[in-house]
C-alpha cells in the first residue's frame, strides 16, 4: 500500500509541476497525450468555473 500511495505522489507532484522526471517508464506518445488530458482537464474546470457557462442573468432596475 506504501508503494502505491509513493507512486500516486510522484505522479502528482509531476502532473503540478513540481518534478520535471516521469515517474514510471512510459513512452513518449503517452506522456504526451496524458499531459494534453490533464491541460484540457484543467482548462475545463477553469472554463466551467469562470463564469462563461453560467445561466445566471443579470437584470439592473
Given at each position: 500500500?506504501?508503494?502505491?500511495?509513493?507512486?500516486?505522489?510522484?505522479?502528482?507532484?509531476?502532473?503540478?509541476?513540481?518534478?520535471?522526471?516521469?515517474?514510471?517508464?512510459v513512452?513518449?506518445?503517452?506522456?504526451?497525450?496524458?499531459?494534453?488530458?490533464?491541460?484540457?482537464?484543467?482548462?475545463?474546470?477553469?472554463a466551467?468555473?469562470?463564469?462563461?457557462?453560467?445561466k445566471?442573468?443579470?437584470?439592473?432596475?
Amino acid at each position: 500500500m506504501k508503494r502505491i500511495l509513493s507512486t500516486i505522489g510522484e505522479w502528482l507532484d509531476y502532473l503540478g509541476g513540481i518534478s520535471n522526471s516521469v515517474p514510471a517508464p512510459v513512452g513518449r506518445f503517452a506522456e504526451t497525450v496524458g499531459l494534453a488530458l490533464w491541460w484540457a482537464v484543467l482548462a475545463g474546470t477553469i472554463a466551467l468555473f469562470c463564469g462563461q457557462t453560467s445561466k445566471f442573468i443579470y437584470i439592473d432596475f
